[in-house]
């Protein structure tokens, strides 16, 4: 299964993006599909996640300010960020697991200037 993150960029602070998680295959619906983030000189954390069944997680750091969604017709899975700080700024992965599997994208970076 590849994984493929788009959307990433360059914002000012307050405004918003939407990343794109998409797989190679009909897949996306078999998988949980967890974004991840991972700033300089930081670790990686989780953000937000999604169950196969539309079960949607978050890190308690966000205060409801991103959103998962996932289109299985699409075989993508979106992270709407909005009001974006420049503590945001971080390369996003996504993550898709079944069971003991789980496979990783290349990552995009989210810059939000101040």
């Known amino acids: 299964v590849q994984l493929v993150e788009s959307g990433g960029g360059l914002v000012q602070a307050g405004g918003s993006l939407r990343l794109s998680c998409a797989t190679s295959?009909?897949?996306?619906?078999?998988?949980?599909v967890t974004w991840y983030r991972q700033a300089p000189g930081k670790q990686r954390e989780v953000v937000a996640s999604i169950t196969t069944t539309g079960r949607e997680n978050y890190a308690g750091f966000l205060r409801g300010r991103f959103t998962v969604s996932r289109d299985n017709g699409k075989n993508t899975v979106f992270l709407q960020m909005n009001n974006l700080k420049p503590e945001d700024t971080a390369v996003y992965f996504c993550?898709?697991?079944?069971?003991?599997?789980?496979?990783w994208g290349q990552g995009t970076q989210v810059t939000v200037s101040s």
């Open positions: 993550n898709a697991a079944l069971g003991t599997r789980d496979f």
């Open positions: 295959g009909s897949l996306i619906h078999i998988f949980k």
